[in-house]
């Protein structure tokens, strides 16, 4: 889904408003099969009066170039995100996982190719034994050519390939989960690359949940571009590397959490992310962020202590003066290899229950 | 690994030599101890009399911020890098694949979580049956509990987990060859994040390579960014989303296949490669690269075509006029699934041998 330049020509403004913004950048193709997609998958959950939320998760992208060569990208693997997820399903909400392409996404987050690689708990059974470990495998001599690879007859039988002993405990648990949750139809994933798409499905997605009204939770843990380059800016070819030096000006991405408070979704509960890296800035900025939009939760988190330790900053009851709540693993916990994620979404639940005006 | 600032003030030139570079930024923490194990490897390789090529594969970033929240990245899958590590074992060869931290590995790559996620293809089996999809799943009913874990107790055995059968064929060709390559110990890897890690990495390696002689190649892969920012130009903090518009200013990247050439390893066997997003622009830039460095292959690709065409650039015999020859897939081969890697290999290793002096 990228963009193209649009047709007209329209005075660029330096800041955008999230109207201008809408109204100068062309949607990316696909945007309404995506959003068909999520109507049905939501007309489903609706039936069922299941609560939902729409998980937002990864970095988004300013590419540089209209033939995208190069690109200012956000850091984010998607932990927070794929991890929450995992935690919204297994409290029995459905989940629209909107992310970012090839950024982690539940279940399979566990398995990375980089750092538990699943080609290294797969064994292949032969006849009479199973062959895992390279000195048990039967193969041909390290020469030149490494790989003899098995000629098999049609009617000869491909031997088994099966999950070794020590790693199934493990994988039963995340193959289960992820079993019961294809069955029940209860996740639904989107992926955008750029700020673009990211802005375009944001806006999309949250007209389609206002339906859901006060069941609809925004869980916005994609790190968004602050900053990005008009279409009209963009130079069609990959930027020739000369003699001197690249100048990139870029303007302000629209805060769109305005529009979507004010207009888009006023019933759906709202929560929203804050990272720093200076830790002085940390509550003053999620105070600031909850004050600016009138949303309900802040979830502020420093860079470096992010997977331990979190505040929540809302109004209590809605109204009122802005609190800080402080969420934290201790030694222990984090020990057993504990997901700060699990008290996030725990305590996510019941505030939005409440919300909901659910009597606990 | 990430940079420090260097504790010296130097004035910062505004054009970076290679020279100039190394002097000025410093290298990332764990560099001796990468190095170590690639001469540990090539030891062997060595000692087995065995050819090395170095691939490099995946884009470079430039962090904005020293804590880094942003970073400009080069578009970069990995692809042609995995591809070709896996054609390269293939063909007896020793690889070192320094890669992007993420992208895609050979073996693994086969089996994207986004594309072909391997959790769809196990099947937990049951003491009667073989539980594949969902329908066949005992779950429990979908309710607001979507996961039930089962519990074992301590004596009870866990299921076995198997590769469903159809998928069965394919897996095993993959799994055998990654085996074999694990077992041969012929797959060294080494990760790079940021445009600093990739030179010094690079440097580094080459020193080592150089003993290996003729015997070594280089498969420069990899999408390394043009423009960096200097550690003394960079904020320490995340830069914050002020009122205004944010301009970056960037340096140029020193071209790094010159002191290759001339100084570091001055008997590899150099390929590079060159994309180009403007098709009237690849030849004259692939020969330009040719001429002005020196060493032995540019291979050029226009982004769009990159799959089925490339054009090798060289000095036939090493003299003389540079010549282009086009290397493409025909549309057979491209409905058959073949890899343009293999063509590409299978060319290297014959021009590589000639360059070693062994008469086919």
């Avoid at 939501?42 to 190069?70: C, I, M």
């Avoid at 030096?245 to 709202?270: A, H, N, Y």
């Avoid at 802005?322 to 994620?341: F, P």
């Avoid at 305590?347 to 939005?352: F, G, S």
Wanted: proline share 6%; with cysteine.
């Amino acid at each position: 889904m990228s963009s193209a330049i649009p047709s007209s020509a329209v005075p660029i403004p330096s800041t955008f408003s999230a109207e201008a913004y809408f109204s100068t950048q062309l949607p990316p193709p696909g945007l309404e099969a995506e959003v068909n997609g999520v109507r049905e998958f939501l007309h489903r959950q609706n039936a069922a009066g299941r609560k939902v939320v729409l998980v937002t998760s990864g970095g988004t992208t300013v590419p540089l170039e209209l033939n995208v060569v190069r690109f200012l990208d956000n850091f984010s693997a998607g932990t927070r995100g794929a991890t929450s997820a995992e935690y919204f399903l297994e409290a029995g909400y459905a989940v629209i996982f909107m992310h970012r392409q090839f950024s982690l996404q539940p279940f399979s987050r566990h398995y990375s190719h980089s750092t538990n690689p699943f080609l290294d708990f797969l064994e292949i059974e032969t006849s009479t034994s199973t062959s895992s470990s390279t000195s048990d495998f039967d193969s041909p001599s390290p020469t030149d050519s490494n790989t003899q690879l098995p000629v098999f007859e049609p009617d000869e039988e491909v031997p088994r390939i099966c999950v070794t002993a020590s790693k199934r405990a493990d994988l039963l648990r995340v193959l289960t989960a992820y079993r019961a949750v294809q069955k029940a139809g209860t996740l639904h994933t989107v992926t955008f690359v750029t700020v673009n798409e990211y802005l375009w499905l944001l806006r999309a997605i949250s007209h389609e949940l206002a339906f859901s009204g006060r069941r609809a939770m925004y869980y916005l843990a994609a790190a968004v571009s602050d900053f990005f380059l008009p279409t009209q800016k963009m130079s069609e070819h990959k930027i020739q590397s000369g003699k001197g030096s690249l100048v990139i000006e870029m303007d302000q991405v629209p805060k769109i959490l305005k529009p979507m408070v004010d207009e888009w979704t006023p019933e759906g509960f709202i929560v929203s992310f804050k990272l720093e890296t200076d830790p002085k800035l940390l509550v003053p900025k999620a105070r600031q962020a909850l004050e600016r939009y009138g949303h309900q939760v802040v979830i502020g988190n420093d860079l470096h202590r992010r997977k331990f330790e979190v505040v929540f900053v809302s109004r209590p009851g809605d109204s009122g003066d802005i609190k800080e709540s402080w969420l934290r693993l201790d030694e222990e916990e984090v020990k057993d290899g504990k997901e700060i994620e699990k008290d996030i979404i725990s305590e996510l639940v019941q505030r939005h229950l409440a919300w909901i005006g659910v009597t606990i």
